[in-house]
């Protein structure tokens, strides 16, 4: 830092230049955020000094986090749902998994616990098994790349706190076989956590949808990511618990705060990103979104058509708006698609291939022109 600031037309410049540097979406089929809706920008920035972490200050931004909480309580069909907005899946599942293994070790059980995740389930859970000291069991796919039952079955044991179920994951949009988890759950005696960070604002919107959230018994709590496919701004996470036992487990007292205690990872939390959800959320409407998602969808159909005209095709079916191809040598054809012709796709592990994902920003136009790309990469 400098002894005396700069003049506000140095920062701008700098500002611009950075910002110059930055990618816009315009090229990016990678990402599974996006522009914010405007009336989320506005909000945001009219609640930019809004500390969620000393809510007793920001009443009415608390309010608004109430709002959002008790409406996507309602459409992930739990209205008694009780949690908080978080920065993301991250904070979600870390928060999640934390809330097991708080309730189980009130058991007075002494080993170290486990978790059953599928293989495809997002690297936050590996942060999770390190900041929590819980050991990760990484369940099989089947051949739909859904996690595989029976693989699950043989890694659950007495010293097993949960399952984690993926309603939409990140590299293939695949939502696991939730009902049957959900009944595993149950017999078990353990929880079930589902990770809807991206999933969450589209299934309750495709026409063809299925059930993942609350409607199933054994779900214990669902994380959703207004900032992803709900057009808020970043960061803007929400974490749901089926019972008020789960929030309460995360208690922690805050004696110099005007509220004395808190549930939250973070201390200094977001309004902003509050205000933002709740303005993009309340403007839209479930109508609103039913057509984002549709209008998702269907590009996704046109680039699937595109597509199988120069003899690509998809791992699996789409289910959603990410698109996962059977292409050899993928991670050169990625950097070579960057190198040449500045887009950003990215890879799957596991079939290994080449992924896309298909957000609001992406349009016919930029497909047309990224399959043609595609074509020349391929062919030479
Ligand atoms: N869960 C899933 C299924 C995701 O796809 C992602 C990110 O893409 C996350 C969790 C992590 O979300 P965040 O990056 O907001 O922490």
């Known amino acids: 830092m400098n002894e005396t600031g700069l003049s506000e037309e140095q920062i701008r410049n700098v500002l611009n230049d950075s910002k110059g540097q930055d990618l816009k979406y315009g090229r990016v089929l990678s990402s599974m955020c996006t522009y914010p809706h405007e009336i989320a920008v506005e909000a945001h920035m009219q609640f930019i000094?809004?500390?969620?972490?000393?809510?007793?200050?920001?009443?009415?931004?608390?309010?608004?986090?109430?709002?959002?909480?008790?409406?996507?309580?309602?459409l992930l069909h739990h209205?008694?749902?009780?949690?908080?907005?978080?920065?993301?899946?991250?904070?979600?599942?870390?928060?999640?998994?934390?809330?097991?293994?708080?309730?189980?070790?009130?058991?007075?059980?002494?080993?170290?616990?486990?978790?059953?995740?599928?293989?495809?389930?997002?690297?936050?859970?590996?942060?999770?098994?390190?900041?929590?000291?819980?050991?990760?069991?990484?369940?099989?796919?089947?051949?739909?790349?859904?996690?595989?039952?029976?693989?699950?079955?043989?890694?659950?044991?007495?010293?097993?706190?949960?399952?984690?179920?993926?309603a939409g994951s990140t590299e293939f949009g695949q939502v696991d076989q939730i009902d049957v988890l959900s009944d595993i759950a149950i017999k078990n005696n353990i929880f079930l956590h589902v990770d809807a960070a991206f999933g969450g604002f589209v299934l309750p919107f495709l026409e063809d949808?299925?059930?993942?959230?609350?409607?199933?018994?054994?779900?214990?709590?669902?994380?959703?990511?207004?900032?992803?496919?709900?057009?808020?701004?970043?960061?803007?996470?929400?974490?749901?618990?089926?019972?008020?036992?789960?929030?309460?487990?995360?208690?922690?007292?805050?004696?110099?705060?005007?509220?004395?205690?808190?549930?939250?990872?973070?201390?200094t939390r977001s309004g902003a990103a509050v205000a933002a959800t709740w303005a993009v959320m309340n403007r839209l409407g479930k109508e609103g979104y039913r057509k984002v998602v549709s209008d998702c969808m269907?590009?996704?159909?046109?680039?699937?058509?595109?597509?199988?005209?120069?003899?690509?095709?998809?791992?699996?079916?789409?289910?959603?708006?990410?698109?996962?191809?059977?292409?050899?040598?993928?991670?050169?054809?990625?950097?070579?698609?960057?190198?040449?012709f500045n887009w950003q796709v990215s890879i799957t592990q596991n079939p290994h291939g080449l992924r896309l994902v298909i957000m609001p920003h992406v349009t016919i136009e930029m497909l047309d022109s990224f399959v043609q790309d595609l074509k020349k990469v391929l062919d030479t």
């Open 79 to 166: 209205s008694e749902a009780s949690g908080y907005m978080t920065t993301g899946g991250t904070e979600s599942n870390i928060q999640a998994i934390r809330s097991m293994r708080n309730i189980f070790q009130r058991k007075d059980k002494c080993h170290r616990p486990n978790l059953v995740v599928p293989d495809s389930a997002h690297f936050s859970f590996d942060k999770v098994s390190d900041i929590l000291d819980i050991e990760l069991r990484k369940a099989s796919l089947d051949k739909d790349l859904k996690v595989s039952i029976e693989s699950v079955m043989s890694l659950i044991d007495e010293n097993t706190i949960g399952l984690v179920a993926i």
């Open 298 to 340: 269907s590009t996704t159909h046109y680039l699937l058509d595109r597509l199988a005209e120069i003899g690509v095709y998809p791992l699996i079916e789409p289910v959603m708006n990410v698109v996962a191809l059977e292409i050899p040598e993928a991670d050169l054809v990625r950097s070579r698609l960057a190198k040449e």
């Open 49 to 74: 000094e809004s500390n969620m972490g000393d809510f007793g200050l920001f009443r009415g931004t608390y309010n608004l986090e109430n709002e959002i909480l008790g409406s996507l309580g309602d």
């Open 209 to 267: 949808s299925q059930e993942f959230d609350f409607s199933l018994p054994g779900v214990t709590s669902i994380a959703i990511d207004p900032h992803k496919m709900g057009l808020s701004t970043i960061p803007a996470g929400v974490l749901l618990f089926r019972s008020p036992d789960q929030l309460e487990s995360l208690k922690a007292d805050t004696p110099y705060l005007t509220v004395s205690t808190q549930y939250t990872l973070t201390g």
